[in-house]
């Protein structure tokens, strides 16, 4: 398959990202994962593209990063990158911070793109290197469900207020060989998908058992999803709904090779989503 520019830069500079600024990949095995995010609000304080902020419900804080991209005419695209809402899944949290140095350094790549991204949703399982958090819950079962976990209280007032085009999840499966996917939500996140698969190939195999995680699965592409995920609303209305996209990587498989199919996917679902909207508007 073809490699775009965009993607030959991803690798230069996602490289040499690693080398400069360290991150979760550079932590000793068994050794407790710092939220690692101070050298992101650094960045933050010198480049007018990326804004940092620390959302706050009583003794919580989640960090996040909104990258403007350059303006293509009309309203900005808006996405959300959530990472880290299982603490044992660390590949997630350093593609989520290297995309940010990324678009700071190749905004091309979000042009027409507001890109809000979460890297450490759940600090205190990052910390203690986790599936769960401090309180013994997984957070990814709690959302719309009335939760009084801080975190995902904190991340559905995100979801509301930012009324994002679209939500991907970064997530690690130890059961898996493979890379896969979650798709719900507008038509087009399967069309979305499937090339982002076809991009984390580059690095990973795709896992394509017809069942995977429990569910029915289809080259990789499951459309079916746990109860109390991160998603949208349940009260969205059709037309707002977004697209909704998780994807996961083989725990087993090296950190950095899971980093690289992560960002790999996301670049094309950027590229391909602009597409699929040109498209729809010409027909």
């Known amino acids: 398959m073809p490699v775009s520019i965009l993607q030959h830069r991803l690798l230069r500079a996602s490289a040499s990202i690693s080398r400069d600024h360290g991150g979760l990949a550079e932590v000793g095995a068994g050794a407790p994962l710092s939220t690692g995010v101070e050298d992101l609000h650094a960045l933050a304080s010198r480049n007018s593209m990326v804004k940092a902020a620390k959302l706050t419900l009583g003794a919580t804080t989640l960090d996040r990063f909104v990258f403007e991209g350059p303006a293509s005419g009309g309203e900005r695209i808006r996405i959300g990158v959530f990472a880290g809402i299982h603490g044992d899944e660390p590949a997630g949290v350093t593609a989520a911070k ?6 700071a350094a190749h905004p091309e790549i979000g042009t027409g793109y507001q890109i809000s991204v979460y890297p450490v949703c759940n600090p205190t399982g990052i ?26 209280q904190l991340l559905e007032t995100e979801i509301r207020k930012g009324r994002f085009n679209g939500l991907i999840s970064l997530h690690s499966d130890d059961t898996s060989d493979g890379v896969y996917g979650f798709v719900r939500g507008a038509v087009l ?8 698969l076809n991009a984390a190939e580059r690095f990973l195999a795709r896992n394509i058992n017809a069942v995977i995680d429990g569910f029915p699965a289809e080259r990789g592409i499951i459309t079916d999803c746990y109860q109390g995920i991160l998603t949208a609303p349940p009260t969205v209305c059709l037309e707002q709904q977004p697209f909704e996209i998780i994807l996961e990587t083989p725990a087993a498989a090296a950190e950095e090779l899971q980093v690289q199919a992560f960002l ?3 670049e094309t679902i950027f590229r391909e989503y602009q597409d699929l909207l040109s498209f729809a508007a010409n027909l």
């Open 127 to 152: 910390a203690l290197r986790t599936r769960l958090s401090l309180t013994g819950k997984d957070l990814n079962r709690e959302f719309w469900r009335g939760s009084t976990e801080p975190e995902v």
């Open 98 to 103: 290297r995309l940010i140095y990324l678009l």
């Open 189 to 196: 996140g399967k069309g979305l998908l499937e090339p982002a």
């Open 264 to 266: 790999a996917a996301l």
